[in-house]
């Protein structure tokens, strides 16, 4: 399966900490990248230097323009996911998911465009009560990951050269070796 992120509405003065997390969160939990509707220098190297830490292979590409992007997106078989409150149940929406689907799945910022939720193939709530953007996108690869049978949890990428060691007290953290998978 084939997972970008599209973030759209992000203001660099406001937006800055949780668009990275956003970026964070979609690597740890397995999409490949993200697409920044906006230009943010800080956001994507923040993100490509945990990537280069921990391992892996997630892009950023800054300054996209969203529209394009979708249409883009629909145009080679990919579908869109957007997360809103309004949607369908998150339950129903992961039932019309097949694993070889290519997802855009978009995270909006401030006030998402009207079109956006007619464009989009599916709405998907996380819940219909208002709560963060990234948990939504959190949730939604979680259950995703779980219908693929992937452990988000404790899934590994190659080419980190940093490793957690889980432990009941403390942190054990294997620095500066090339975690190979």
């Not at 709405?123 to 995703?144: C, K, M, T, Y």
């Not at 953290?173 to 190979?180: G, M, T, W």
């Amino acid at each position: 399966m084939n997972i970008t992120i599209l973030r759209i509405g992000h203001r660099q003065e406001r937006d800055a900490r949780v668009t990275t997390h956003i970026g964070l969160t979609a690597r740890a939990l397995g999409a490949d990248s993200m697409h920044l509707a906006g230009s943010d220098k800080q956001v994507k190297e923040s993100i490509e230097k945990v990537t280069k830490c921990w391992g892996g292979n997630f892009a950023v590409h800054n300054n996209i323009d969203w529209k394009k992007a979708i249409i883009q997106w629909k145009k080679h078989g990919g579908k869109i996911i957007h997360l809103t409150m309004y949607g369908i149940s998150i339950q129903e929406a992961l039932s019309q998911i097949h694993t070889d689907d290519k997802l855009m799945i978009v995270v909006g910022a401030e006030k998402v465009p009207s079109e956006l939720y007619q464009i989009a193939d599916l709405n998907v709530a996380v819940g219909n009560q208002p709560h963060s953007e990234i948990a939504a996108l959190a949730i939604f690869l979680d259950r995703l990951n779980i219908k693929q049978g992937i452990d988000s949890f404790t899934h590994e990428y190659p080419g980190g050269k940093r490793k957690i060691i889980p432990q009941a007290h403390g942190k054990k953290v294997i620095k500066d070796e090339i975690a190979q998978d």
